[in-house]
């Protein structure tokens, strides 16, 4: 359905103020994706989709299979999440989103009838890593003038980059781990890393999530593979200090006025929070919420979550981690701009025990997405 702007204007106004709008806000949730984190993102849209409020939205599935190609259905996670990872199944339409069509979801299958697909009001992009927090698929919702749920195309390029977030971090004053930054091709042995950042660091791929392509180095044997290893997931790698500390996570919720979730702790089992820990591993880490800090500590990693969150550009939602040493410093890690939403996943916990339960908090989200496109909506574009 194609509308001009005073209308869509109007509608979203409607939509946001809840004045009795005739049907049901349609919200694409995006989801699988070509990354490594493919499998992360089924398990989280799951859960949001079985999360969504019926008598106020209507979920349209939209599954990208890990060659990029998108498919609509409303049966794509209907055989589970096996099934789903190749998102192959017969009878599911091939489809795109273009700019300036109103959401309108294109069809790519020959035979394709346009009439028989759907439009979407909002898009929740459940995406986890490169090509679907990064600001990829941001940028294409923006192009095809369609809501999303989460950071904008800035906000979320920098929450990727841990080597460009850390550097904006750092030129605004908050605490940061000393790093080095590696690109393809240059060299850096053990040795001269050592001298910058000590003899046990950590190694990573700068564009990535979910611990995915990391390594703890202790010995010099071990320093080439790991950089190997890194730069199989991206052509960039970092690498950090050891931080002896506890891992403490705070989430994020609002645009211009965030607001911070109690803090949890994560306590490992494994060598590090990795991937097989996180996801594969069901006593990979033992997770309390709230975490056990003082009312000081709280006070001072919600403020630092909130900075964190300001600096970076980030908007609807985030996850800031940290680690906080014996002595009582606070180091910011990394800000996760899409967290993960499954069964065990922190945000939703975090919010959870703050107060605002797992629907509620899909619903904010969703809100957020449109204020921010109503206010967008608002801006000058021409000066005729």
């Known amino acids: ?110 035979g394709a009838k346009r009439e028989s697909l759907q439009s979407v009001d909002v898009v929740f992009p459940i995406l986890h890593g490169p090509l679907g927090e990064d600001g990829t698929v941001q940028g294409l919702l923006k192009l095809a003038g369609v809501p999303f749920v989460g950071a904008s195309v800035l906000g979320s390029a920098i ?19 000393k790093f080095i930054t ?57 690498i950090e200090e050891f931080i002896v500390g506890r891992e403490i996570e705070c989430a994020i919720l609002g645009n211009h006025k965030p607001i911070a ?40 990693v919600q403020k630092l979550a909130i900075q964190t969150f300001r600096v970076l550009e980030c908007a609807g939602l985030g996850r800031v981690d940290f680690f906080l040493t014996p002595r009582g410093r606070w180091y910011v890690n990394e800000i996760n701009t899409l967290p993960g939403f499954t069964s065990i996943s922190m945000y939703p916990k975090l919010f959870e025990a703050t107060g605002i339960p797992y629907a509620e908090l899909i619903d904010r989200l969703i809100m957020l997405a449109l204020e921010r496109f109503g206010e967008e909506g608002q801006l000058m574009t021409s000066r005729l």
């Open 1 to 110: 359905m194609r509308h001009g702007p005073v209308f869509s204007l109007l509608y979203w106004v409607g939509v946001i103020l809840n004045l009795g709008m005739p049907k049901k806000i349609r919200v694409g949730i995006l989801f699988g994706g070509k990354s490594v984190e493919h499998e992360v993102s089924l398990r989280s849209a799951s859960n949001v989709i079985a999360a969504l409020d019926r008598k106020k939205y209507t979920p349209v599935l939209i599954g990208i299979d890990k060659g990029g190609h998108w498919q609509t259905g409303q049966d794509l996670l209907g055989s589970g999440v096996s099934a789903m990872s190749a998102l192959a199944q017969e009878g599911q339409h091939h489809v795109t989103l273009t700019p300036a069509n109103a959401g309108q979801l294109v069809p790519l299958s020959a």
């Open 159 to 177: 929450g990727m980059d841990k080597d460009v977030m850390k550097r904006l971090l750092r030129e605004a004053g908050l605490p940061v781990a």
């Open 182 to 238: 590696l690109r393809k091709g240059e060299p850096c042995s053990y040795h001269e890393a050592a001298k910058k950042l000590g003899a046990i660091m950590f190694i990573k791929p700068a564009n990535a999530g979910s611990s995915v392509g990391i390594s703890k180095v202790k010995r010099a044997k071990d320093f080439k593979e790991a950089v190997r290893v890194a730069f199989t997931y991206d052509t960039k790698v970092i």
């Open 261 to 300: 979730s109690i803090p949890g702790e994560v306590i490992p089992t494994h060598e590090f929070y990795s991937y097989e820990a996180k996801y594969l591993d069901e006593q990979g880490a033992r997770i309390e919420i709230p975490a056990r800090l003082t009312k000081q500590q709280v006070k001072a």
